[in-house]
Structure formats: C-alpha cells, structure tokens
C-alpha cells in the first residue's frame, strides 16, 4: 500500500482540504469566540449588566480544566443562549464554521431547553431545525441533530425529550431531521441504567441512539449499557479497551456488536479524563480494526477543529494521507443516515476524494 504521502501538500492543508464527516459535535459546546462576542453584544444592547468583557473571560476556550470545570463553563454558555434569538444565532454560526472546515455531513447535538418566560423546549428545537433546513440550502452541508438527553437532569427530562424527538420526527416539514438520540452530560452524575426504559422505547420508536460511555472509569454501568444491545454508536469510549484501563469483556461486547467509537481527542486530554495523546485509547481500537470516527465533541470550550482533530491524529499514530481519507470514507457507514442516503453520501465524498487527488496529485 502506498504511503499517500505527496510532497505538493503539506498535511496541514490536506487536512482542511479533505472532505470531513462530523458526528459528535455538541450545539452549545461548539461556539466561536466570535460567535460568543456576538452574543454578549446582543446581551448587552437588550439591557444586561455584570457581563464580562471578552469571550476569553466568559469561557478561556482551549484551557486545560478538570472535567467538572467543563460543566461549568457549559452553565456559562447557557446563560448567553438563553433565548430563540441566540439559538438562531449559534446553529447558523456553528453550521457555517462546519462547512469552512469542508465537512459535508454534520451530526449536530442538542439537549432542549425551556426558559421561562423567554423560550419553549419545542421553539428551542424548531429553531434549530429551522436554522438547519435553512443553511442547507446554502451550502454543500448535510445536517441531521440528535436530542440530548442529560445524564443529570433525570429521567423525567429524558422521556420529555423522546416526546418531543417523535413530535418532530413525525412531522412532514423536519421528517427524517431528527435521527437520534445522545445521552450526555456529566458522567458523574445521576446512573445511565436508570434511563435504559427511555432508550428502550426510543430504539422501539426508530431512533438511532449514540450514547457517552466510560468516559470516566465506571465498569458496571459501562458493562450494562452494553449488554443492553441498544446502543448504536459510543461516544468517547475512553475505558471499555483493556489496555486502557477497560476489561476483555467489555471489548468482546464493543467488538461482537461492532459498535462504531466517537474519537474526540482534545477534550478527553483538556479535560483530564485521558492523560496525553500517546495513552489515547484511538490506538488501541485502531490495532483492532475497530470502526472509530474522529470527532470535536465541543470545538469552541477545546479551542479546535475538525481539521485540527486529524491532524493531531495524524501526528500521534503515523497515519498518512490516505490512512485519513478512508477514515474520513468510512465515517459514512457511522451516520445515522437512512441506507439510500448513506449511499448517497458515500457516493459523493468518494467521488470528492477522487477530484482531492487529481488536483493536488496525492496517492489517495
Ligand atoms: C458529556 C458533554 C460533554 O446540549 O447545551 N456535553 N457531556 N461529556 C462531555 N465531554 C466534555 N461535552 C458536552 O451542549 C452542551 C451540553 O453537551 C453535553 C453537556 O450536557 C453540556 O451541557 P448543548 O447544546
């Protein structure tokens, strides 16, 4: 096999140039600084006071922090998104910052949020969606969204957002937008086994379910989820692999399943749950031949991008050139994308790959 290795383009600018598939990426974790800027603007001219200067102030993105830190920058970002208008905002913002890094399908991720007074969980959802539908249009881009359901918020709030994930999935004008469910939050709160009859029903419904999994160390849980048989896609995955501190059993489950692995490297190390990219877990699976998608997770909070994420990649693990195109390639069969779409899609990316070759001369 060749090296894919050109001297005309240096991997940096292979990685921006690829054709990229998205598929764990966090709405409100996603946000520019310029994105954040905008908001404390538009804080600012409806009257509020006691704002913090910069987005650096508001958030430090890209600062190393503790994985409870991350939730409490999570509670800052909410307090700016607090309105349909911001939400209008932040998904234009964060859709186009996709298509700049050339990716072609995005998996956006959301968990509702009711505000009193201001915004409903469903004008939340809608103005999303509304926003997604709309920046298609625009752009080379596919987006579909997940509902997040919060680890820490209970399980009432779970089957409140299996309601309204049917609610949409069954109307004529967002069919099919909403594919999924993601179960998120942080991973020391609350029980993921408790939530189990919500994802049981939403599997039964037709939904697609991506699901964080030992992102902490935490056996018991890990082992009964996967039992379950409900998960379609892992996010993070960072201690199911015996050699990262994860159990023979758990990989013989991941791999008898072939659960595809969301890779999100710059948040497991800048929030402390992976110590440094040499102990990433991506090596391990990689050796298996597991399916493994590279991921940002929350690209504004670890200062990052898609393009970043591969080529942090692909320094670590010596991939080459093309070593990435087929990881990119066969992020397709990871979609949650209906059979015929994800041919589609297939289709296209392959045939981008063929053009990437052509004009820049790289062994693909
Ligand atoms: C677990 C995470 C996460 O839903 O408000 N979230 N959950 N682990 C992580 N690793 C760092 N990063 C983000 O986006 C922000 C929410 O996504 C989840 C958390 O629930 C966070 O509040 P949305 O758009």
């Known amino acids: 096999m060749d090296t894919g290795n050109s001297e005309s383009v240096d991997m940096k600018t292979f990685?921006?140039?690829?054709?990229?598939?998205?598929?764990?990426?966090?709405?409100?974790?996603?946000?520019?600084?310029?994105?954040?800027?905008?908001?404390?603007?538009?804080?600012?001219?409806?009257?509020?006071?006691?704002?913090?200067?910069?987005?650096?102030?508001?958030?430090?993105?890209?600062?190393?922090?503790?994985?409870?830190?991350?939730?409490?920058?999570?509670?800052?970002?909410?307090?700016?998104?607090?309105?349909?208008?911001?939400?209008?905002?932040?998904?234009?913002?964060?859709?186009?910052?996709?298509?700049?890094?050339?990716?072609?399908?995005?998996?956006?991720?959301?968990?509702?949020?009711?505000?009193?007074?201001?915004?409903?969980?469903?004008?939340?959802?809608?103005?999303?969606?509304?926003?997604?539908?709309?920046?298609?249009?625009?752009?080379?881009?596919?987006?579909?969204?997940?509902?997040?359901?919060?680890?820490?918020?209970?399980?009432?709030?779970?089957?409140?957002?299996?309601?309204?994930?049917?609610?949409?999935?069954?109307?004529?004008?967002?069919?099919?937008?909403?594919?999924?469910?993601?179960?998120?939050?942080?991973p020391n709160a609350g029980n993921l086994c408790e939530y189990l009859p919500v994802l049981q029903e939403a599997k039964e419904s037709g939904f697609k379910l991506a699901v964080h999994l030992a992102e902490i160390p935490n056996d018991s849980e890990t082992l009964a989820i996967l039992k379950s048989k409900l998960v379609d896609r892992i996010g993070h995955g960072s201690y199911i692999h015996p050699g990262s501190n994860g159990s023979h059993e758990m990989l013989q489950i991941v791999k008898q399943q072939s659960i595809p692995i969301e890779i999100c490297i710059s948040s497991n190390i800048m929030s402390g749950t992976v110590k440094n990219i040499a102990d990433h877990h991506f090596k391990h699976w990689r050796n298996e031949g597991h399916p493994l998608i590279i991921c940002t997770d929350d690209k504004g909070v670890f200062n990052t991008s898609l393009s970043e994420e591969f080529l942090m990649c692909a320094e670590a693990f010596k991939l080459s050139m093309s070593d990435l195109a087929t990881l990119s390639l066969t992020a397709v069969e990871s979609t949650f994308l209906a059979k015929e779409e994800k041919n589609l899609l297939h289709l296209s990316v392959q045939k981008e790959l063929q053009d990437l070759k052509e004009k820049t001369g790289i062994l693909l």
């Open 15 to 186: 990685c921006k140039m690829l054709p990229k598939i998205e598929l764990h990426a966090h709405l409100n974790g996603s946000l520019s600084d310029a994105t954040i800027l905008r908001l404390l603007q538009d804080k600012r001219s409806a009257g509020a006071v006691d704002l913090p200067d910069s987005a650096e102030v508001v958030i430090k993105r890209g600062h190393n922090r503790t994985l409870e830190d991350c939730f409490t920058v999570f509670g800052i970002i909410h307090c700016l998104t607090d309105n349909v208008s911001a939400i209008e905002t932040i998904t234009r913002d964060v859709i186009q910052d996709f298509v700049a890094e050339n990716v072609r399908y995005l998996e956006l991720r959301t968990t509702p949020k009711v505000i009193p007074e201001k915004m409903t969980k469903e004008q939340y959802i809608e103005t999303v969606l509304n926003v997604m539908v709309e920046e298609m249009q625009r752009s080379d881009i596919i987006v579909r969204l997940l509902l997040s359901i919060d680890r820490a918020r209970g399980v009432g709030d779970a089957w409140d957002t299996l309601k309204i994930a049917k609610k949409y999935k069954n109307t004529n004008k967002y069919k099919d937008l909403v594919c999924g469910l993601d179960v998120s939050g942080n």
